[in-house]
């Protein structure tokens, strides 16, 4: 079952400000990106469910994580229907994400009290996710849902939504100033922040090196 609870969770997302989100197929290299992520000051990581067995690796990934990160709550991202969320839960997950709002999914983490963030792309979408429950609403892909400017313009009727962009979010200042001053709860950031070396690996000094500097980026311009 999960190791934290779902509101401290939601507390370590906006604390942090920043959700990692990630995939491999081999559990020793997620295992160095999360390690990196670690260093730099994540404490919520996303490991997304997008590859054949990929819940074969984050069984090996959460029980090294407990022993190892202790202070890492460990979600799954790209969840898609209820018996996949309740396989992730049964391992341990801490959170599920999802890239579309589903109601059963959302339902079978209730049921569990797991915190769950489902896609929205709408008002209509973001008001049927409060209606079942949810705390923290993820519009993806976030810069083609409307970027910012879609996070100002619903805090418009909506000033209590609690949103995670995901999909455009980059480590660079200019870009997270734009989501945090918008009103971004928190970002999840992926592939521009799993940068890679001239060999072609992974550059873990160099990802824990950016995680870092997001963080202290989301706090400076935080309202």
């Known amino acids: 079952m999960a190791k934290f609870t779902r509101i401290q969770v939601y507390q370590g997302m906006y604390e942090t400000g920043m959700v990692p989100v990630f995939y491999h197929q081999k559990p020793e290299t997620a295992k160095e990106v999360l390690k990196a992520c670690y260093d730099g000051g994540a404490r919520c990581f996303e490991f997304t469910n997008r590859g054949d067995k990929a819940h074969e690796v984050f069984a ?14 460990m979600g799954v991202g790209s969840i898609v229907d209820a018996p996949t969320a309740a396989i992730y839960m049964q391992l341990g997950a801490d959170f599920i994400v999802c890239p579309i709002l ?8 209730n049921i569990r009290k797991v915190a769950v ?21 993820k ?22 939504v609690s949103i995670m962009p995901t999909g455009g979010v980059s480590p660079d200042e200019d870009n997270i100033k734009q989501w945090i001053s918008a009103g971004a709860f928190c970002v999840g950031m992926g592939s521009n922040l799993m940068v890679k070396n001239a060999e072609g690996g992974f550059d873990l000094e160099k990802i824990s090196e950016l995680t870092h500097n997001c963080l202290l980026t989301i706090k400076k311009y935080r309202k």
């Open 102 to 109: 589903v109601d059963e999914v959302i339902k079978v983490c």
């Open 117 to 137: 963030s489902p896609g929205c792309g709408s008002l209509t979408e973001i008001a049927r996710a409060h209606e079942l429950g949810v705390e923290v609403v």
């Open 60 to 73: 090996v990934l959460i029980d090294w994580v407990r022993k190892e990160l202790p202070e890492m709550m």
């Open 139 to 160: 519009i993806f892909p976030a810069l083609q849902v409307g970027g910012p400017e879609f996070i100002k313009a619903v805090s418009g009727p909506m000033p209590y």
